[in-house]
């Protein structure tokens, strides 16, 4: 009779290609609602031979502080705070891609962002209901101005 295969130990999941759904509450009272992804999950490794002193690499290691894993807004997605608010697409925790922030004042500003920044076109829109076409290069540099009719 063979001898018994050893099994292989079994892998954590790893990170999902999807994103989850879910609404996270703040200290500050704020709240996101939408998709996110988990980030810094440990990976799988093959577990090492034991060392000279009866230790393995991953004892070792896990003597070590590791940062936990974290959630991050990841998909669509609405951030509320007290006095504004974003919803639309983030990737890695920041507002990217096509969003709608509501600023306190009743403004509110519907376009292209890039990491946390308006970037690209978009309408700005004061609380008067006047509506302006704009185009960005970064933050708050206006390369041109429009008004809308």
Request: aromatic letters at 12%; proline letters at 9%; a negative charge.
């Amino acid at each position: 009779m063979p001898p018994k295969k050893e099994e292989e130990p079994h892998a954590p999941p790893a990170e999902p290609d999807e994103p989850l759904s879910g609404k996270f509450y703040f200290k500050d009272g704020s709240t996101y609602e939408g998709h996110y992804k988990m980030v810094g999950l440990p990976q799988a490794t093959a577990p090492e031979p034991v060392r000279k002193g009866g230790k393995r690499k991953e004892e070792e290691a896990a003597a070590q502080p590791a940062e936990p894993p974290k959630a991050v807004r990841h998909g669509v997605g609405t951030l509320q705070c007290n006095d504004y608010s974003y919803t639309g697409e983030w990737v890695a925790d920041e507002m990217h891609g096509q969003g709608k922030f509501t600023f306190a004042s009743g403004a509110l500003y519907e376009g292209t962002w890039e990491h946390n920044k308006y970037q690209g076109q978009g309408i700005y829109t004061f609380p008067d209901g006047k509506q302006y076409q704009v185009a960005f290069n970064c933050m708050f540099k206006c390369i041109a101005v429009i008004a809308m009719e």
